[in-house]
């Protein structure tokens, strides 16, 4: 069993900085493609960004693409979303997620989801 805690979470300006932190249970971490999702309000749950189990590969959506960093350090379990120059329509609960295999982006290909953490951008 895999255990994903996010925090991070919160009210920011449009235009403003977040960082998301994932902390991750379970001895199989390291190999393991960790994948940011997001969904707002009356919204389906869509895919952000992932990051192969070593670190090295990464893939984002297209909105967020330059704007967004997926990190991850794997001696602490940990995996990260720097997300600079936010926008209002990116308020949504933002959740963590082991997924199935790299390149995955649809929901059903995660194995494991975290409880979410909020982001609020305000305008």
């Known amino acids: 069993q895999v255990r994903l805690v996010e925090s991070g979470g919160g009210l920011v300006q449009a235009g403003g900085s977040l960082r998301l932190s994932c902390e991750a249970s379970g001895r199989t971490f390291s190999r393991s493609t960790m994948g940011w999702f997001r969904q707002a309000a009356g919204k389906e749950r869509e895919f952000v960004g992932g990051i192969s189990g070593n670190g090295v590969l990464t893939y984002y959506t297209e909105t967020v693409k330059g704007r967004f960093t997926i990190s991850r350090d794997n001696a602490k379990n940990t995996v990260y979303l720097q997300m600079n120059s936010l926008k209002p329509e990116e308020t949504a609960v933002y959740y963590c997620?082991?997924?199935?295999?790299?390149?995955?982006?649809?929901?059903?290909?995660?194995?494991?989801w975290g409880q979410g953490t909020q982001v609020t951008v305000s305008s």
């Open positions: 997620a082991v997924l199935s295999m790299y390149g995955s982006t649809m929901s059903g290909s995660v194995n494991y």
